[in-house]
């Protein structure tokens, strides 16, 4: 769901999203929705999705979603920093993620990433702040 005119320097068929699965199902400045279905390469050893994906997932759509907001105005975004905790095991079907921006700062944006199973069922949350910097001119 990302503008075609936006500078990508990865095809995102060549990115660790598109590695693990990430739809984005709806994006922008304010919300996003985004799904992994779950498939074997997901899990931790004991069966369960492994924590970096519901990090992952919090991190990629928040990250874009600040970007592509702020680019008109000359700005880039990266992530910051990435606090998620864990509520409650999910074996399979799929990761669901809401994000909702909490703050636009003029230096960091604020999001917060509710990820739910496929019935809807709180497991994780994330916060999230990005970084947004003026772009390199080069």
């Known amino acids: 769901m990302i503008d075609p005119d936006f500078p990508l320097a990865v095809p ?19 919300e996003v929705r985004a799904r992994v279905i779950v498939r074997e390469h997901h899990l931790q050893p ?8 519901f990090a992952s997932i919090a991190e990629s759509i928040t990250s874009s979603a600040t970007a592509i907001a702020v680019h008109p105005d000359g700005k ?21 993620a809401l994000a909702r921006r909490r703050h636009r700062g003029r230096t960091t944006w604020l999001w917060e990433v509710d990820l739910t199973d496929e019935a809807g069922r709180l497991c994780a949350v994330s916060r999230m702040t990005i970084a947004v910097r003026d772009r390199d001119p080069a």
């Open 12 to 30: 995102l068929d060549r990115t660790f999203d598109a590695l693990y699965g990430l739809e984005v199902l709806e994006s922008g400045p304010e």
């Open 76 to 96: 880039v975004a990266q992530g910051l920093s990435n606090q998620t905790s864990f509520l409650r095991p999910v074996l399979g079907g799929q990761v669901n």
């Open 46 to 53: 004991m069966g369960l999705v492994h924590g970096g994906v």
